[in-house]
């Protein structure tokens, strides 16, 4: 079984800033911290950031420039620092991991953005 640590979610007002932080952990080989998705209401999942052992990261357009993701892998984590919010950035946010062959999900993280 996997293990997800998954806390910092909260309510903040537009322009505010949040910090999302995720430990993964179980006895699986191969398993690591990749990163977050996030589900509006009514919405599909959709990426928000990853990033692999080697520190490359990936992020979508929409949050570019306002989110940085960061890793520790000597304790398994990931970390989500979100500014510049914004209403549309309203979401469950939710970190996953994988072993190269599963990926697995943490069960979210609420994360509403109103003033």
């Known amino acids: 079984q996997v293990q997800f640590v998954e806390s910092g979610g909260g309510l903040v007002q537009p322009g505010g800033s949040l910090r999302l932080s995720c430990a993964v952990s179980g006895r699986i080989s191969g398993l690591y911290a990749k990163g977050w998705y996030r589900q509006a209401p009514g919405k599909q999942r959709e990426l928000v950031a990853v990033?692999?052992?080697?520190?490359?990261?990936t992020y979508a357009d929409s949050v570019k420039g306002r989110f940085t993701i960061s890793r520790d892998n000597a304790k398994n984590m990931v970390h989500l620092q979100m500014d510049s919010l914004k209403p549309e950035d309203t979401a469950v946010y939710y970190c996953n991991a994988g072993d190269g062959l599963v990926v697995y999900w943490g069960q979210g993280t609420q994360v509403t953005v109103s003033s």
């Open positions: 990033t692999n052992r080697g520190g490359s990261t």
